[in-house]
């Protein structure tokens, strides 16, 4: 049998296979479809899908990383769109800036503030890793610094005590991806 992907060894866990299989396909009719039909895929919903985990599933890292090409051809194709629409240009950058002035007013707190925090007994992101990266980010943001898509998408933090919300850094950084691939 063949499949789309390689899998784990049947005592490691990996995405299942089907759910997988089921998302691939219905990206697939959306990408393919007229361009003028709705779609329930689009860039974003390629970010945040999860998949249940179960042993002898797909491999994960091959599978995020297709999903990372897939959604960077989908961004690309919304981009083509909204280029094409009267005004559109003028628009799409506008938007992204914007969201980009939102990103900058958040990285402009004082590091150790920029997020809520978890509770005492209850584990976040490490502050000091977070700030860190931030900071790269405000460099990339305010003089070009270099910094790809995928250093967002794949940063990775430590869990500790008392540590920065999670969601609300995980939604940051989407946004900040977000962004960036509005202005390749």
């Given at each position: 049998?063949?499949?789309t992907?390689?899998?784990t ?6 995405y ?7 998302f ?29 985990m ?12 297709a ?8 961004a ?12 559109g ?12 002035q939102?990103?900058?007013?958040r990285?402009?707190?004082p ?9 005492q007994?209850?584990r976040?992101?490490?502050?000091k ?11 990339y ?8 898509v ?6 990775a ?18 946004t ?9």
């Amino acid at each position: 049998m063949s499949s789309t992907f390689p899998r784990t060894r049947k005592s490691v866990p990996g995405y299942d296979v089907d759910h997988v299989e089921d998302f691939l396909e219905e990206a697939r009719r959306a990408y393919t479809a007229d361009p003028s039909a709705l779609s329930v895929v689009s860039s974003s919903t390629i970010r945040r899908i999860a998949f249940p985990m179960t042993k002898g599933g797909y491999s994960p890292v091959h599978v995020d990383a297709a999903l990372e090409r897939l959604e960077d051809a989908f961004a690309q194709r919304e981009r083509d769109r909204a280029l094409a629409a009267p005004g559109g240009q003028d628009a799409w950058f506008a938007q992204a800036r914007e969201t980009a002035q939102v990103v900058l007013d958040r990285l402009a707190r004082p590091a150790g503030e920029r997020f809520s925090r978890e509770g005492q007994f209850t584990r976040g992101y490490d502050v000091k890793q977070v700030d860190a990266f931030l900071d790269r980010l405000v460099d990339y943001f305010q003089s070009g610094a270099p910094m790809s898509v995928e250093e967002v998408r794949t940063v990775a933090f430590s869990p500790v005590r008392h540590g920065y919300s999670e969601a609300k850094v995980d939604y940051l950084l989407e946004t900040v991806v977000r962004v960036m691939l509005a202005v390749r």
